[in-house]
């Protein structure tokens, strides 16, 4: 069977900062002729970008769920709250809408993302053949659910602004929220690194 003709194939390049498709020119060093961008085939050492990002993600995955992500003191006391503390006590309280809200964006999506990044990475160096178009799906799904990541540290962030208004009481961020936004940061490079094309490079007519 005829394999399809693909862009690369053709000779043509799309600049990934302002979407200009131009032709390849045999020689190193090709830059956009519109934004003066360098353009690729393929992301320069994508694999290795990516897998270098999960790791990091996945070691501060740990003390991002472990540690406490703020401290609040009140005329009553202090306590410190770690995120599946912080769910507890919105179900507790009756807030069980959010109390789902916050486990999804915070401890579910991280994981998600990097459990099917590691799949992609795994399918792109092992050059698994089945299902590419469902692996390009799993791949957009991240792209779409990664803007939720963050909503936790939008929470703490509106309560400190919030509550240090008032005399009555004060919350500060802590470390498991420096490592919560560590994971959301290196998950978003790691995501942005992978090139999902890999996986159709040795797909032929298939």
Request: glycine residues 6%; contains cysteine.
């Amino acid at each position: 069977m005829k394999r399809p003709l693909t862009a690369r194939r053709a000779g043509l390049l799309l600049c990934a900062t302002c979407d200009l498709l131009s032709h390849r020119i045999a020689r190193r060093g090709l830059r956009c002729p519109r934004c003066g961008e360098k353009i690729y085939l393929r992301k320069p050492r994508s694999l290795s970008r990516t897998l270098a990002y999960l790791i990091a993600a996945a070691i501060l995955y740990i003390p991002a769920n472990l540690l406490p992500i703020m401290h609040t003191e009140t005329f009553l006391g202090s306590e410190d709250d770690t995120i599946m503390s912080g769910v507890i006590v919105l179900i507790n309280t009756g807030s069980w809408p959010l109390a789902l809200l916050v486990f999804f964006a915070s401890i579910v999506v991280p994981m998600v993302k990097l459990l099917a990044l590691s799949i992609l990475v795994l399918s792109v160096r092992y050059n698994w053949k089945s299902h590419p178009r469902e692996r390009s799906r799993l791949y957009r799904l991240i792209e779409f659910i990664g803007r939720w990541s963050m909503l936790d540290i939008y929470v703490v962030t509106l309560l400190v602004a919030l509550v240090q208004l008032r005399a009555l009481a004060t919350i500060e961020p802590r470390g498991g929220a420096m490592a919560f936004g560590g994971v959301v940061v290196l998950t978003i490079l790691a995501s942005r690194s992978f090139d999902p094309r890999l996986m159709w490079d040795r797909q032929g007519a298939a």
